[in-house]
C-alpha cells in the first residue's frame, strides 16, 4: 500500500464513524437482511427493491446503504438454508447441505454463527486486496475468455464427484447432464434459436422456482410423508462452536475466502459457483471427507467465505473497469450512474471522496452484520424445535410466493410445483439433487463457452490445449480427481495396509 | 397357466414400477436428442458451419449423453439387483393434490386466498391439525408474508375476484 492510498483510507475511516454514516449503514444491513432472509429474493431483488430508497441521499450515503444492502442480503440466505433447508438464492444451495444437518442435530445455532463470522473474515480480508490492487487484477481478469471459462467449468464439474459419493458417480452424472439439459430449453443464449420454446417454455426455467421446489416442497413432501414432528426435539447447542471445532471453521473460511477472491474476479463467475469448489475443496483437504453431508462445520463455513469474498472481489472489475460481473453488481452498477459517477479506470482519480469512503463503508458494513446476526443466531436455531407442521405451512407458501416472486409469472409457481415433484422424486428412489443444481447453474455459461470457442477455432477442440490457462485448468481438474485415489494406493503400500 | 401370466404381468409391473425414473430418464434424453436433431436441420438456414455446434447440435448431444448414461446406469441396476422401495405415503400424495389446488385456484381467488386454504387444508386434512389452530396459523401465515413481500418488497401478488 503506498502513502496516498493510506491516508486516504485513513482519512475515509474518520469520516465514516459520523452518526449518520454509521446509521445508514446499520439501516442497509438490517432491510437488506430482512429481504434477503426471504426466499427468492437475493442480493439483486434487495438492492432493486430498496435503491429507490437511497434516491434522496447524497452520493456516499447512497453508496454506503447500498453495500450493506448487498451484504445484509447475502447473510440472509443462509438463515433460510441453514435452519429449513430453503436456500434463500443459488448461492446458498451449498449451504443447505451440512447446515441443515446441523439444524437437525440441535447446532443450528453454531452453523448460523460460523457463518456470519467466516463471512466476515472472508469479507474483510478481501477488502485488502481490493484498496491495494483493483486496476491490476482487474487487468489480469480480462485474460478469461472463453477457452479458459471452458476449462473452469470443467474443473467445476469435478467437484461433482464429491457430491456423488454415497450415490454413486454414475448417477452424479446423470444428475449433472439432466440439468444441463433443462437448461437447453427456452432459448439458445448465442443465436437467439427457439429450443422447444413453445408455449410457456419460451422463457425456460428460472432458477429461484428451480430452487424452491427441489429444496422446499421436496423437503416438506418428505417429512410429511415420514410423519416428522420436529426438526430438533432436544436441547439446542450453544452458540459459539467449541473451540477445536471453531478453529477448523476459521481455517475453512480462509481457504473458501481464497478461492471466493480469486474467481470472483473473473466477469461472469457467480457466486453460486464459487460455493460449489470451495466445498469441494474442502472436502478434499479434510482428513475425514466421508464426514461431508451430515454436518461438519467446514461444509458451511467454507462456502459461507467464499460467497462473501466474490462477493467483495466482484468490486474490483466494477470500480476498475467499469464491468459488473455479477446482476447484483449491475444494480449497484446503475447507482453509481444515477449519481452521475462512471465506474471505470479514471474513477478512483476523480471521484476519489467518494469512492474511499465506499472501501472503508465494506469494513464497517461487515463489522456491522457480525455484530447484528451472531447474537441473532440463537434465536434463530429455535425455529428448530417449532412442531413440523408449522414450518411446513410457512414452507409450503413462502415456496409459492418465492416462486412467483422470481418473475412474476404464475408459470414459475408451476415449475416449482413439477420441481418439487422432481425433489420428491429424486429422493424418493435415491439420486444426488446437487448435481442437478450444479449442471443447471452451470449449463448456459459452459454451452455459451463451448460453442463461443469452438466458433473462434474453426471447430477445433486443440484451442483448449493450446491456451496455457485452460490447460492448466484441464490439468488441475485431472490431478483432482485422480490424485486421491492414488495418494490413497501409495500410502497403503504394496501390502495393502495403511500406515 | 394364468397364474404364471399373472405372475410375470405383476414382475413387469413391479420392474417398472421400481425403475420409472430410469425409464424417464431415458425417455427424455432421446426426446431432446431427437427434438435438437429437428432442430439442426429446421436452423441450418441460420448459416452455421458444420464444424462448429449449433443449437440443435448441443441440445442434440446433451440428449444424447443422457440417454447414454441414464441406460449405463439402468444396466449398473440390474447388475447389482437394488431392493423393492415402499409406494410414497399417502400423506405426500394429499400434499401434492392440495398444492396443485392451490396453484389452480390462484388465477380465481388471488394468491392469499389461495395460500390461506392451502395451509388451512393442509394442516387439517394431511397433519391432523384441529381447525381452529389451522385458521390461526393461515391467518397469520398470510399475514405476515403479505407484509414482507407486498409492502416491504413491493412484489404485487396475483389478485383474484375478490381483489386482495
Known amino acids: ?499 | 397357466m394364468n397364474r404364471e401370466h399373472d405372475y410375470r404381468s405383476k414382475v413387469v409391473w413391479l420392474s417398472i414400477s421400481q425403475n420409472m425414473d430410469s425409464f424417464c430418464l431415458i425417455a427424455m434424453g432421446l426426446l431432446l436428442f431427437v427434438g435438437g436433431l429437428h432442430l439442426d436441420f429446421a436452423y441450418s438456414d441460420l448459416g452455421f458451419r458444420p464444424e462448429t455446434i449449433g443449437p440443435g447440435a448441443y441440445m442434440a448431444g446433451i440428449g444424447f449423453l443422457l440417454f447414454l448414461l441414464s441406460v449405463i446406469d439402468g444396466f449398473t441396476r440390474i447388475k447389482n439387483s437394488v431392493k423393492k422401495k415402499a409406494k410414497p405415503p399417502v400423506a405426500t400424495l394429499k400434499g401434492f393434490f392440495l398444492l396443485a389446488l392451490s396453484a389452480s385456484l390462484i388465477p380465481l381467488f388471488g394468491f392469499s386466498i389461495s395460500i390461506a386454504l392451502l395451509i388451512i387444508l393442509f394442516m387439517t386434512w394431511v397433519t391432523r391439525q384441529r381447525l381452529l389452530k389451522s385458521i390461526l396459523t393461515s391467518i397469520i401465515v398470510t399475514a405476515v408474508y403479505y407484509v414482507m413481500f407486498v409492502k416491504v418488497a413491493g412484489i404485487v401478488l396475483p389478485k383474484g375476484i375478490i381483489g386482495f
Open chain 1, 1 to 499: 500500500m503506498n502513502i496516498l492510498q493510506a491516508e486516504n483510507i485513513f482519512s475515509h475511516f474518520i469520516t465514516l464513524l459520523q452518526p449518520v454514516h454509521i446509521l445508514f449503514c446499520l439501516l442497509g444491513a438490517v432491510l437488506g437482511n430482512l429481504v434477503g432472509v426471504l426466499p427468492g429474493l437475493g442480493p439483486p431483488a434487495a438492492l432493486a427493491i430498496l435503491l429507490p430508497l437511497t434516491a434522496y441521499m447524497a452520493p456516499v450515503d447512497m453508496l454506503i446503504m447500498m453495500a450493506a444492502i448487498y451484504y445484509g442480503a447475502m447473510y440472509g440466505g443462509t438463515i433460510t438454508s441453514v435452519l429449513i433447508n430453503i436456500p434463500g438464492e443459488a448461492s446458498s444451495v451449498v449451504t443447505c447441505i451440512d447446515g441443515y444437518q446441523m439444524t437437525k442435530q440441535g447446532r443450528g445455532a453454531e452453523a448460523l454463527a460460523i457463518a456470519a463470522i467466516g463471512s466476515f473474515m472472508a469479507g474483510t480480508l478481501s477488502i485488502i486486496p481490493l484498496q491495494l490492487f483493483a486496476p491490476p487484477l482487474a487487468e489480469l481478469a480480462l485474460v478469461f475468455g472463453p477457452p479458459e471459462y471452458m476449462g473452469l467449468l470443467l474443473m467445476s464439474f469435478v467437484t461433482l464427484v464429491g457430491f456423488s459419493a454415497q450415490s454413486g458417480l454414475i448417477k452424479g452424472l446423470v444428475m449433472l447432464v439432466l440439468g444441463m439439459a433443462l437448461t437447453t430449453i427456452g432459448v439458445d443464449p448465442l443465436a437467439g434459436a427457439y429450443r422447444l420454446g413453445f408455449g410457456p417454455f419460451i422463457g425456460g426455467f428460472d432458477l429461484i422456482p428451480v430452487l424452491m421446489g427441489l429444496f422446499g416442497l421436496g423437503e416438506v413432501l418428505m417429512a410429511t410423508g415420514e410423519d416428522v414432528q420436529n426438526i430438533y426435539k432436544g436441547k439446542l447447542g450453544r452458540l459459539i462452536p467449541p473451540r477445536h471445532e471453531l478453529v477448523k471453521g476459521l481455517k475453512s473460511s480462509a481457504r473458501g475466502g481464497v478461492i471466493g477472491f480469486i474467481l470472483g474476479l473473473l466477469p461472469g463467475m457467480l457466486p453460486s459457483v464459487t460455493t460449489f469448489i470451495a466445498y469441494d475443496v474442502e472436502r478434499r483437504v479434510s482428513k475425514y471427507p466421508e464426514k461431508f453431508g451430515t454436518g461438519v462445520i467446514e461444509g458451511v463455513a467454507a462456502p459461507e467465505a467464499a460467497n462473501n469474498a466474490t462477493a467483495m472481489s466482484g468490486f474490483i472489475p466494477l470500480l476498475s473497469l467499469g464491468v459488473p460481473t455479477t446482476p447484483a453488481l449491475g444494480i449497484f452498477f446503475a447507482g453509481l450512474m444515477i449519481y452521475g459517477l462512471k465506474p471505470g479506470p479514471l474513477l478512483f482519480q476523480l471521484n476519489a471522496d467518494i469512492v474511499w469512503p465506499l472501501i472503508a463503508s465494506m469494513y464497517l458494513a461487515n463489522v456491522v452484520l457480525l455484530i447484528l446476526n451472531l447474537p441473532l443466531a440463537g434465536i434463530w436455531a429455535r425455529a428448530a424445535r417449532i412442531p413440523y407442521h408449522y414450518i411446513a405451512a410457512i414452507v409450503l407458501s413462502i415456496c409459492l410466493v418465492g416462486a412467483y416472486s422470481a418473475r412474476n409469472i404464475i408459470w414459475d409457481v408451476w415449475v416449482c410445483l413439477a420441481f418439487g415433484l422432481l425433489g420428491y422424486a429424486l429422493r424418493y428412489y435415491q439420486w444426488p439433487i446437487v448435481p442437478l443444481i450444479l449442471g443447471m447453474i452451470l449449463g448456459d455459461k459452459f454451452e455459451e463457452s463451448l460453442r463461443q470457442s469452438l466458433e473462434m477455432s474453426g471447430g477445433s477442440f486443440n484451442i483448449f490445449f493450446a491456451r496455457p490457462i485452460c490447460l492448466g485448468f484441464l490439468i488441475t481438474a485431472m490431478i483432482i480427481l485422480l490424485a486421491p485415489p492414488i495418494i490413497r494406493k501409495f500410502r497403503s503400500g504394496p501390502s495393502g495396509t495403511s500406515d
